[in-house]
C-alpha cells in the first residue's frame, strides 16, 4: 500500500517533471543560422587551401620543364 509520504513525493516528482518539459525550448533558427556560417567558413578556408595548393603544384611542374642544362665535356 501506498502511504502519505510516498503519495506526496509521487506527486511532486510528477509536478517538477512537467515543470522541466515545458521549459525546455529550443531555437532552432538561430542553431541553424550558426552552424550555416560555420560551414561556409570552413569551405571557404578549404577552398582557399586547396587553390593554393593547387597553385604551388603548378608553379613547381613549370619550373621543372623550365630547368635545363647543356654540358660540354671538353679536353
Known sequence: MMNLKTLATVALLACTANV???EIVVDTNDLHAAISAQLAEGLEA????LN???NAML??????K???A??????
Open 66 to 68: 623550365e630547368t635545363t
Open 70 to 75: 647543356n654540358v660540354q665535356h671538353s679536353e
Open 46 to 49: 578549404m577552398q582557399q587551401d
Open 52 to 54: 593554393d595548393d593547387v
Open 20 to 22: 522541466h518539459a515545458d
Open 59 to 64: 608553379v613547381a611542374t613549370e619550373s621543372d
